[in-house]
């Protein structure tokens, strides 16, 4: 009986290799959500600094694709629009994509309805998933949203 008792890990053991493990998993985890939301943010800032640039340059127009993939927040696309097919008159136009279970990157070709002699086509990835993507121009900004369908 003695020799069995020795042999075996007692209940302050086992309870301090699992407090070990828990708080190992927990710094990992927290490590790795806190690298992702800076990632993000990097991006974001990424982003606005090329929207900006390109609003100033006036060479093309910025997208943004926002879109969130549990427990990560996706990326974006600039849209690239050569300037002389942007008018005045040019109004609000909307195309809806709908892809199926694809896992990406996944290049996507977006053609926007033609209005007058004007027919646009535009060419921007996604990361994964089942979505919706509408896109949306006018004259003033181009807007990309990526909503994932019940």
Do not use: C
């Not at 086992?14 to 990992?28: G, Y």
């Not at 974006?76 to 994509?97: A, E, F, G, K, W």
């Not at 996507?108 to 209005?115: G, K, R, S, W």
């Not at 060419?123 to 006018?138: A, D, I, Q």
Request: proline share 6%; charged share 15%.
């Amino acid at each position: 009986m003695r020799n069995i008792q020795n042999k075996g890990f007692t209940l302050i053991e086992v309870l301090v290799v699992m407090t070990i493990t828990l708080m190992v998993s927990a710094a990992f985890f927290w490590n790795w959500s806190m690298r992702d939301r800076q990632q993000a943010l990097s991006s974001a800032q990424t982003v606005a600094a090329v929207l900006r640039e390109a609003r100033d340059r006036g060479t093309f127009y910025g997208v943004r694709v926002n879109f969130t993939l549990h427990p990560k927040t996706a990326s974006y696309t600039i849209l690239r629009i050569p300037p002389t097919t942007v008018t005045r008159d040019l109004p609000l136009l909307v195309s809806h994509v709908r892809v199926g279970n694809n896992t990406g990157p996944l290049p996507i070709t977006v053609t926007l309805p033609p209005f007058g002699s004007l027919n646009h086509s535009y060419e921007f990835f996604f990361v994964k998933g089942n979505y919706e993507v509408s896109v949306r121009l006018n004259r003033f900004a181009a807007l990309v949203q990526v909503i994932r369908p019940n």
